[in-house]
């Protein structure tokens, strides 16, 4: 190795780094600084720290400059004889900071595992093209360090790969299949889990197939079934089809029945609350009748209110309008037709109410009134003055 050996007879030193496999599994990683002469001093990572003149380790603490041979110091002048810099170009270790391709390859690993992405293989495999070529000790860190990075997500990636395949063998399901499918796209997945992956996705299709003809052979049995239950249905009713009908005949007959019984009691019932009615309509029509002849008499007004008061029939007062009217037609029917009604004194009052109750009065006597309230109230005085003159 040409270039290992130039850059330690140069810098006096090399770091390296290496993992060695852990008890009871993983892997822990070393640092290591090659010294001309005494080998690699290998020390574990927590005793390695950053500072501006470098990685300080054990071996190689800061400040403790290793002396180079002559022959380095001549290579390192006549390297830095050829390096010319111009003020028209940017200084050149800022734009190798600009133009650092380790730098843009563990950027791009980092957020390929940051984002779970599709490229992060892509950026391990930039990686190890950058290993291959000769880079600096501290560049060869740095990319050993991303791909430790790298290594533990592979792994955790192959334990959840194998955790999925795992579950796959003992029940393949068509959400596990899609997820094992997708992880044995990984390049490091083996031969053996592909292969466990297209088993169980024969397995699952066979499991589907035999399940479908079950659900088949099930509907066969079951429409089998439904065909005999229908053939005994059929027959049952056959032999049931008279007792249904007479025992519906039977229901059917009971509730007329019952529902002639109901009507016959509520025609009762109303007939009697009708009697009842006309019983109590024909009692006040003899007050009422009293009443209103003797306001005739005397020549004055009345209303239904002073009627009940004076007659003590105070449920006159109380009658809906309806009430009054047949009250009214049953006074007035023994009344000649070319007399006035006895209720003219009632509806000389001149209210609304009043004047209807004549005019509906009239109407149900067939006698005619006037169509205007002015002349209906003329109507109305002279009436009450014959009344008063036929006593």
């Known amino acids: 190795m040409p270039v290992i050996t ?3 007879k140069q810098r006096g030193y090399i770091h390296r780094i290496r993992f060695e496999d852990r008890p009871g599994g993983g892997r822990v ?16 990572l927590d005793k390695v720290t950053l500072t501006h003149e470098g990685l300080a380790t054990v071996a190689r603490p800061d400040g403790v400059r290793i002396p180079v041979s002559e022959a380095s110091r001549r290579s390192v002048v006549s390297e830095r004889a050829i390096v010319t810099v111009t003020r028209s170009h940017p200084h050149p270790a800022k734009a190798a900071r600009q133009d650092d391709p380790v730098k843009r390859a563990v950027m791009h690993l980092d957020r390929a595992l940051r984002e779970q992405t599709n490229q992060i293989y892509d950026a391990i495999g930039a990686i190890r093209q950058l290993l291959e070529t000769g880079q600096t000790p501290e560049d060869i860190g740095r990319l050993r ?6 290594k533990v997500w592979i792994d955790q990636q192959a334990a959840y790969r194998r955790e999925v395949i795992g579950r796959l063998k003992d029940q393949p399901t068509s959400a596990l299949l899609a997820e094992a499918a997708q992880l044995v796209k990984d390049p490091d997945a083996t031969r053996e889990e592909r292969e466990a992956v297209r088993t169980a996705q024969i397995r699952y299709e066979d499991d589907q197939a035999a399940y479908r003809e079950l659900v088949k052979q099930r509907a066969l049995r079951r429409q089998q079934r439904e065909a005999e239950q229908h053939e005994w249905k059929a027959a049952q009713r056959s032999q049931d089809a008279e007792r249904r009908r007479l025992a519906e005949q039977a229901l059917t007959e009971r509730r007329q029945a019952e529902a002639e019984q109901a009507l016959a009691k509520r025609r009762q019932a109303e007939a009697a609350q009708r009697q009842a009615h006309a019983e109590k309509l024909a009692y006040l029509a003899l007050f009422l009748s009293g009443a209103l002849k003797k306001a005739a008499r005397e020549g004055r007004t ?12 105070r449920l006159l007062g109380e009658l809906g309008y309806e009430d009054k009217l047949d009250l009214l037609e049953t006074v007035e029917k023994a009344t000649l037709p070319g007399n006035p009604l006895w209720s003219t004194v009632l509806a000389a009052v001149g209210t609304g109410e009043a004047l209807r109750l004549h005019r509906d009065t009239s109407q149900r006597l067939q006698r005619a009134v006037p169509d205007s309230d002015s002349d209906l109230l003329i109507q109305l005085t002279a009436d009450c003055a014959q009344l008063r003159r036929q006593w």
């Open 6 to 8: 130039d850059i330690l």
């Open 145 to 150: 360090l991303a791909q430790g990075r790298a």
């Open 29 to 44: 990683m070393k640092f290591g600084t090659e010294l001309p002469g005494q080998g690699t001093i290998w020390d574990s």
């Open 302 to 313: 009345t209303t239904w209110e002073e009627i009940g008061q004076k007659t003590g029939q």
